[in-house]
């Protein structure tokens, strides 16, 4: 397939670390998380004039509170960028992060920019309960103010209720579909965060995150984990999936630098955006929407599974990850070799730039040319995008 006529580069990545629902990040607001980010990545690279950055896109799942609707706006100004610079935010979930990436290198690629900053942020701990607006004033009954941490609220009743399904219970269908066993579920968030402390502690991180309010490590690894310990956690959802096999609730934010190869950023970029893919089906199959999503961003970027050398999937459920694993047939020892959201929490708006950030940090290192990010998405999508190093390759 075609290059495009400006092709979009990632330049730098950053992320604050990942704090655990009610930890170290509790009394920080998503839009002070969301500035940090954005002002590291600016800062990072010294060839850049503030004011030359096109435009400011993050991805934000909830919306309803501190975060003010439009937080990419609201960093911007408490980051102490230019007023001129815009921003603006998406709203795909779980993907909204990497849903900011697309728009940014769709941008630099029509030339519509130079430089974009794209990433997200999620307070999870900080996100409010809703009290729904009464059709008539003065109810005479309760109300009840639903949490927006996660998952569906304020149902539509004309919503098929096997669409409305828990995550969980979404997964515990996808396990039943599959036969993942949880002896195999456990044993891979074992692996996440076994990976993650070696990650943490030979320094892979030490440039990817920058620490915030006190915190400079994820806060949700367990480096002692093992097999029998998750082994007697009880299920969540009546079958397999339980606290220690899927992702926990998490605060965090992340940047990606984007621009194009004329941009001046003073750096050399990292990773060309190769293909983007997005793919959707049936809410309760979310898990697994994220193959076919891998799939058109490797048909979108002219190459196959056999060339890819680096794989960041994010480990919403263990379950769906090794349901979309087993489908690619891709080598395991190449994805999330850095541990993954189980271990490090998955702060939904965030979740997109970090795994971008650690692909190209992985790519770098690696020396593959290829690489693939991809993360599922609730009530049933899911998308990818597929990095070529512009380094040097083995």
């Known amino acids: 397939m075609p290059s495009p ?69 609201m960093a911007v100004l408490l980051a102490g960028l230019p007023t001129s610079v815009p921003g603006s935010t ?84 996808l396990q039943q579909r599959f036969g993942i066993s949880r002896d195999r579920q456990d044993e891979f968030a074992v692996r996440s965060h076994r990976l993650a402390a070696a990650a943490w502690d030979e320094g892979f991180y030490d440039e990817l ?55 001046a950023l003073g750096r050399e970029p990292l990773a060309r955006v190769a293909g983007r893919g997005a793919f959707a089906l049936d809410p309760q199959d979310f898990g697994f929407a994220p193959v076919e999503a891998a799939n058109r961003a490797l048909a979108r970027a002219g190459i196959g599974w056999d060339q890819v050398g680096a794989v960041e999937l994010n480990e919403a459920f263990a379950v769906q990850s090794l349901a979309c694993l087993d489908a690619w047939k891709v080598d395991p020892d190449i994805v999330n070799t850095r ?10 708006g965030a979740s997109g730039g970090r795994v971008v950030g650690t692909l190209t940090e992985r790519m770098r290192r690696e020396r593959v040319r290829w690489g693939v990010a991809a993360i599922c998405i609730g009530v049933g999508q899911a998308l990818a995008v597929v990095l070529e190093n512009a380094g040097e390759t083995r």
């Open 90 to 173: 998406v709203n795909r979930l779980c993907g909204s992060g990497l849903d900011a990436l697309f728009a940014a290198s769709r941008a630099v690629e029509t030339g519509d920019a130079d430089v974009v900053v794209a990433g997200g942020v999620e307070s999870m701990t900080r996100a409010p309960w809703v009290l729904p607006k009464p059709s008539r004033a003065f109810p005479a009954g309760d109300v009840t103010a639903p949490s927006t941490t996660l998952g569906w609220r304020l149902v539509n009743p004309r919503m098929p209720k096997e669409w409305t399904v828990s995550l969980g219970g979404a997964n515990e269908l």
């Open 339 to 348: 541990g993954g959201a189980i271990a490090l929490g998955h702060p939904l």
């Open 209 to 263: 995150v920058v620490a915030v309010d006190g915190l400079a490590r994820d806060e949700g690894i367990r480096a002692d984990s093992t097999v029998e310990r998750l082994a007697g956690l009880k299920p969540a959802f009546g079958g397999t999936i339980t606290a220690g096999n899927a992702s926990p609730l998490s605060d965090g934010a992340s940047a990606v630098l984007v621009g194009s190869a004329s941009a």
């Open 5 to 73: 006529a400006s092709p979009a580069f990632v330049y730098d990545a950053v992320r604050t670390p990942f704090g655990k629902f009610g930890g170290a990040l509790a009394e920080t607001r998503p839009d002070d998380l969301a500035a940090t980010v954005v002002r590291a990545v600016v800062d990072r690279s010294p060839g850049l004039d503030p004011a030359a950055v096109d435009e400011v896109v993050l991805g934000l799942a909830n919306g309803a509170g501190e975060d003010n609707r439009n937080v990419a706006r």
